[in-house]
């Protein structure tokens, strides 16, 4: 079974700019949930999308969007990059997304804003 | 806000050796409990967990202890290896929601 596939793998953007970020869960797997890894603070929840609806919503501005296809593939957007938006973007999938269910996370896609 | 918390940010011990990796919470509302190993390039792995009804799980040489009165939790690696040297997350989640809260990591080394 292929494991959860994020693309693309780095992307360099500049100020003011939006980004696009992909990634295809785990087959079977119909929750997708986004977190922020930035040194020192972890991974910051974003969201979690079941069956294409935002489940929960971490406490990120509204520049940060995501949305899920009817495949459960996922997207994440990012409107007017600031420099503090740079940061591994790392997506996991779940079977249901329950309490508990342990996530399967991809690689990541590693975000410069320069 | 910063529900779950892994105070220490680096833990170095040597090879064979005890490591303990120690995390707190604040949500009282958290069921189950799950520790993550990350190397470098590549995303979080699962290593072990625990729900609220106990108060340890093993495997291997992996053990998580789970203290609910002092909302604690700790992993004990035993024995270290260097191939455990990677970066630790602790995060938690309740029965009825669907978001899992991470702590800022703990970066171990285990020397040879």
């Known amino acids: 079974k292929a494991g959860v596939t994020q693309t693309p793998r780095y992307l360099i953007k500049t100020r003011g700019q939006q980004v696009t970020l992909s990634c295809s869960p785990i087959?079977?797997?119909?929750?997708v949930s986004w977190y922020q890894q930035t040194p020192g603070q972890g991974l910051q929840f974003l969201f979690e999308?079941?069956?294409?609806?935002?489940?929960n919503k971490g406490n990120f501005p509204g520049r940060f969007s995501g949305r899920q296809f009817s495949n459960s593939r996922s997207e994440m957007n990012v409107s007017t990059l600031e420099l503090g938006d740079s940061a591994l973007y790392l997506c996991?999938?779940?079977?249901?997304?329950?309490?508990?269910?342990?996530?399967?996370f991809g690689s990541g896609t590693q975000l410069s804003v320069l | 806000d910063q529900q779950v918390k892994q105070n220490s940010p680096s833990l170095s011990v040597q090879e064979g050796r005890i490591s303990i990796l120690n995390c707190d919470y604040t949500n009282s509302m958290f069921d189950y409990f799950l520790w993550y190993k990350k190397y470098p390039a590549e995303g979080p792995t699962f290593l072990i967990s625990?729900?609220?009804?106990?108060d340890k799980n093993e495997d291997g040489r992996f053990t998580v202890f789970l203290n609910k009165s002092a909302k604690h939790l700790s992993l004990h690696i035993v024995p270290s290896q260097p191939g455990d040297s990677a970066v630790y997350f602790c995060?938690?989640?309740?029965?009825?929601?669907?978001?899992?809260?991470f702590g800022a990591g703990t970066r171990l080394t285990v020397k040879p």
């Open positions: 625990i729900s609220s009804i106990k």
């Open positions: 999308y079941f069956s294409e609806t935002q489940r």
């Open positions: 087959s079977g797997h119909r929750s």
């Open positions: 996991a999938s779940s079977s249901r997304g329950g309490g508990g269910e342990k996530l399967f």
């Open positions: 995060a938690a989640s309740a029965l009825n929601n669907n978001d899992m809260r």
